[in-house]
């Protein structure tokens, strides 16, 4: 008994050696930040004064008062939703493509997943290009026949474009995500229903579907995070305009810190910004979750 318990130590001791490292980044670049802007929320605290001043809960109702925002709120909300559910239906959509058999698989693979691993800033700065009244999408649109269109000079049109932009970069990633699963369904439920009679259509509705809802759980949990925290294009392509119509959570929480020195009520926007990721994360476990197995 003395020697395995002695073994089991060894083992704990060996998980925890390699467990460090990756422990005390996740405090010192996570937990750790986030304490010290719940304090700063607390406080009237500006870069340009070192003074700060206790305000208990005036930053969190100077941000529920405040209509920017609540622009930036719905914003973000809009850009997440049609980012969200864009993308995750795209990324299904290839994935099932991509699980027949047709020649240069590989080839479409790599180059539906080529955008993923470049970088976003240059990512945004060619599409910005591209949206240009003189760029190559205005340039395709004329030589069909078709009016040139502002984009993201346009208040009806700057965010869609942001998320047309979004969709292209990050598809790839969740194509493989849904590949992944698709590819591990066996095929024997497919004949099985083929032998009982079930269209193709019916076949995905009843199998495809409901088997595919934990990779469905995670492309839209990741999604959502991440298009919450979209920051990048809006600063490089529409620096929150025109007319406030691109405006979202964190650039306006980079705006109030960094442009305007406003700290306290940067990170009672932040802490805010967390609860409502939390809460949606939570509601969407609650929903997608499921006990299908196969």
């Not at 079930?198 to 009843?206: D, E, G, L, N, T």
């Amino acid at each position: 008994m003395l020697r395995v318990s002695g073994i089991r130590r060894q083992r704990y001791a060996t998980a925890a050696a390699f467990l460090l490292p990756a422990a005390v980044g996740v405090f010192l670049f996570s937990i750790l930040p986030i304490a010290q802007a719940l304090r700063i929320s607390f406080f009237d605290y500006s870069l340009l004064n070192p003074d700060r001043i206790p305000v208990g809960l005036e930053n969190y109702d100077r941000a529920v008062k405040d209509p920017v925002f609540r622009i930036a709120l719905k914003n973000t909300l809009v850009y997440t939703f049609l980012l969200v559910m864009s993308q995750t239906a795209m990324a299904l959509g290839l994935a099932l493509l991509l699980k027949q058999r047709i020649r240069g698989l590989a080839f479409f693979r790599s180059a539906f997943f080529l955008p993923v691993v470049t970088s976003l800033v240059v990512i945004s700065t060619v599409w910005k290009l591209m949206y240009n009244s003189q760029g190559f999408i205005n340039g395709f649109l004329r030589t069909v026949g078709l009016p040139a269109q502002p984009f993201l000079s346009s208040v009806d049109q700057a965010m869609l474009s942001l998320v047309a932009m979004g969709v292209w970069k990050d598809v790839g990633f969740y194509m493989l995500i849904f590949l992944a699963g698709v590819q591990s369904i066996p095929v024997d439920l497919y004949e099985s229903a083929s032998i009982d009679g079930a269209s193709p259509w019916r076949a995905f509705v009843r199998i495809t579907l409901p088997l595919l809802r934990r990779p469905a759980v995670f492309v839209v949990v990741v999604g959502t995070i991440a298009a919450f925290k979209v920051f990048t294009p809006v600063y490089l392509m529409t620096d929150g305009g025109p007319a406030e119509s691109t405006m979202v959570i964190v650039f306006y929480i980079f705006r109030t810190a960094f442009r305007y020195f406003q700290m306290g009520y940067a990170s009672a926007m932040s802490v805010i910004l967390l609860g409502i990721v939390l809460v949606l994360t939570l509601i969407q476990f609650r929903l997608l979750r499921t006990t299908v197995e196969y």
